[in-house]
């Protein structure tokens, strides 16, 4: 979730969905949650990480029709990424 999201309904949703969210509350708001800020910080890099693979076309605009074919180029995508 992001703090776009960050309202009441939309985190009761999220839990009853099974998840935790892990969003830090608007200043602005009266009564603030208290959140996981080291898991909160680890977000950014999954978001990173997600930037890097749409440089590859093929990855955003999913060509492949099968799961085991878009898994396996992610993968790809993610080895020639760390050999940068």
């Not at 959140?35 to 605009?61: A, H, P, Q, S, V």
Request: no cysteine; proline share 4%.
């Amino acid at each position: 979730m992001d703090r776009t999201y960050e309202g009441n309904e939309t985190r009761a949703l999220a839990r009853s969905l099974g998840f935790e969210p892990v969003v830090r509350p608007l200043s602005s708001r009266l009564d603030p949650w208290e959140y996981d800020t080291e898991l909160y910080r680890r977000r950014n890099e999954i978001e990173r990480i997600f930037g890097r693979i749409r440089r590859f076309r093929r990855i955003f605009t999913r060509y492949d029709k099968t799961d085991l074919m878009v898994s396996a180029f992610i993968t790809l995508t993610l080895i020639a990424d760390q050999l940068r």
